[in-house]
């Protein structure tokens, strides 16, 4: 079974300033896709980023990219010039042939 | 922007009763699912439906659980008898195809607390 690892629980970064969370996975697949969720205060989930695994170039999305290994099945994400409202709990997730599967979580603070 | 939409945003409910979480998944997406999020852990998968089945489910799904789409546009959880343990925040999710990149669009959440 996929599973997707996230080792920071918690993350704190000081505005305007840039933060990378790390996320890893295990599989045999070779197909797949990888997203980035935030969940703000409100829990909803929102996607702020995708990643196919066919395709070596990183993703990008005005201030969120990735850095995606896929050898070392290594998929993070970096919020650059970071605002107050990217405050929320950052799900990593992973998507095969199968359902889509949910990291840890890991918990981003702002810091003004 | 197309949404899938849960009721109720929050429910109250006593241990042993059954309850019903309702979603309305975005109207041209064929597969459906639900997750659990126990507060302050991770999001977990419950159930895919497609074409009126269930086309997986995890150990969590047992039999207090069951899924319905009783007409074009609803999406229901059902919990036969509720456990104070079922207490999570409840997602909804929609996609048009199953094998995809497009990601899931979920729903705002049902907020479930058995008492």
């Known amino acids: 079974a996929q599973t997707v690892t996230q080792s920071q629980p918690e993350m704190s970064v000081q505005e305007a300033e840039t933060v990378t969370l790390s996320c890893t996975y295990d599989?045999?697949?070779?197909?797949?896709?990888l997203f980035w969720y935030k969940q703000p205060p409100s829990r909803q989930m929102i996607l702020v980023i995708r990643q196919e695994a066919y395709k070596q170039q990183n993703a990008t999305e005005n201030r969120f990219s990735v850095n995606f290994q896929k050898a070392a099945k290594s998929f993070s994400l970096k919020i650059s010039d970071s605002q107050l409202g990217d405050a929320a709990m950052y799900f990593c997730?992973?998507?095969?042939?199968?359902?889509?599967?949910f990291g840890q979580g890991t918990r981003l603070t702002i810091n003004p | 922007e197309p949404e899938v939409t849960q009721t109720p945003s929050h429910q109250v409910t006593q241990m042993g009763q059954e309850v019903i979480l309702r979603c309305v998944p975005i109207s041209n997406h064929l597969y459906f699912y639900w997750y659990r999020q126990i507060l302050g852990q991770k999001v977990e998968f419950l159930v895919s439906f497609y074409n009126n089945e269930i086309s997986e489910k995890s150990e969590i799904f047992d039999d207090q659980f069951s899924v319905e789409r009783p007409d074009g546009s609803n999406f229901t959880l059902k919990i036969r008898s509720t456990k104070l343990e079922d207490s999570a925040m409840y997602f909804c999710?929609?996609?048009?195809?199953?094998?995809?990149?497009?990601?899931?669009?979920f729903g705002s959440g049902t907020r479930l607390t058995v008492v």
């Open positions: 599989t045999s697949e070779s197909d797949y896709y």
């Open positions: 999710a929609s996609t048009r195809q199953g094998r995809t990149g497009e990601g899931y669009t």
């Open positions: 997730a992973y998507k095969g042939a199968q359902k889509l599967v």
